[in-house]
């Protein structure tokens, strides 16, 4: 069964410190895509980053980064110097169907992030 | 929690016809919801937000007339595909929000395959 963990429910940080949001998943494909959008208080879905299962090396994107470990199933999101506009829920996802590459997206339910100024 | 519940989770219809996609809050009231679009091997596209009790603002190049938005109760919104054709194909789904929350909760998806 398919599933996308995010412990974290909430976090709360200073205002450039780095902080990095946890997404383990679960799957018993062997091909899959993993994704991380962000939910800025006006309620729309953000898209941040689309990673599928052949391409573990990491990425970099200005103050964002993600680290995949297929090993430990993990696919990690970082953000570096964090800003207040970080606030937001941020949700990981993660979908199975490769021949559309779309079907049945699953998601994490979302860690809130709050960057204190 | 908070659940949405969408429904049909798949449909097949043939080309020509319209087909209605259902999103319910099951135990709150949304006085917002999402409508997204997901294409083949690409991210949720956000389509529409609709309030409840007026018109849905819809995003650029998103069709008004071809993707009926209705948002007529606190606890359901629906989306009409209209004259649907093989390329409206695709995953749709839906998020409500509660008034006063930032956080909007998904419902679970539906297939929708025109043939």
């Given at each position: 069964?398919?599933?996308?963990?995010?412990?974290?429910?909430?976090?709360?940080?200073?205002?450039?410190?780095?902080?990095?949001?946890?997404?383990?998943?679960?799957t018993?494909d062997?091909t899959y895509y993993l994704?991380?959008?962000?939910?800025?208080?006006?309620?729309?879905?953000?898209?941040?980053?689309?990673?599928n299962s052949?391409?573990?090396?990491?990425?970099?994107?200005?103050?964002?980064?993600?680290?995949?470990?297929?090993?430990?199933?993990?696919?990690?999101?970082?953000?570096?110097?964090?800003?207040?506009?970080?606030?937001?829920?941020?949700?990981?996802?993660l979908s199975e169907?490769l021949?559309?590459?779309?079907?049945?997206?699953?998601?994490?339910?979302?860690?809130?992030?709050?960057?204190?100024? | 929690?908070?659940?949405?519940?969408?429904?049909?989770?798949?449909?097949?219809?043939?080309?020509?016809?319209?087909?209605?996609?259902?999103?319910?809050?099951?135990?709150?009231?949304?006085?917002?919801?999402?409508?997204?679009?997901?294409?083949?091997?690409?991210?949720?596209?956000?389509?529409?937000?609709?309030?409840?009790?007026?018109?849905?603002?819809?995003?650029?190049?998103?069709?008004?007339?071809?993707?009926?938005?209705?948002?007529?109760?606190?606890?359901?919104?629906?989306?009409?595909?209209?004259?649907?054709?093989?390329?409206?194909?695709?995953?749709?789904?839906?998020?409500?929000?509660?008034?006063?929350?930032?956080?909007?909760?998904?419902?679970?998806?539906?297939?929708?395959?025109?043939?």
């Amino acid at each position: 069964a398919q599933k996308v963990t995010q412990a974290q429910t909430e976090i709360s940080v200073v205002e450039k410190e780095d902080v990095t949001l946890d997404c383990v998943y679960e799957t018993r494909d062997t091909t899959y895509y993993l994704f991380w959008y962000k939910q800025p208080p006006s309620g729309e879905l953000v898209f941040l980053i689309r990673r599928n299962s052949f391409d573990e090396q990491n990425e970099i994107s200005g103050r964002y980064s993600w680290n995949f470990q297929k090993s430990t199933s993990s696919f990690n999101f970082t953000i570096t110097a964090s800003q207040v506009v970080d606030s937001a829920v941020y949700f990981c996802a993660l979908s199975e169907d490769l021949e559309t590459g779309a079907n049945n997206l699953f998601f994490g339910t979302g860690t809130r992030l709050t960057v204190i100024p | 929690g908070a659940v949405v519940s969408q429904h049909p989770s798949r449909v097949i219809c043939k080309s020509g016809t319209s087909v209605k996609i259902e999103c319910r809050s099951l135990d709150f009231q949304a006085t917002t919801m999402f409508w997204y679009r997901q294409f083949p091997k690409q991210s949720l596209m956000l389509m529409a937000t609709s309030n409840e009790g007026s018109k849905a603002t819809y995003e650029q190049g998103v069709e008004k007339d071809k993707f009926l938005i209705n948002h007529a109760s606190l606890t359901l919104s629906t989306l009409t595909v209209t004259s649907a054709h093989p390329e409206d194909s695709s995953f749709y789904i839906c998020s409500a929000r509660r008034l006063g929350d930032t956080e909007a909760f998904f419902g679970q998806g539906t297939r929708l395959t025109v043939v």
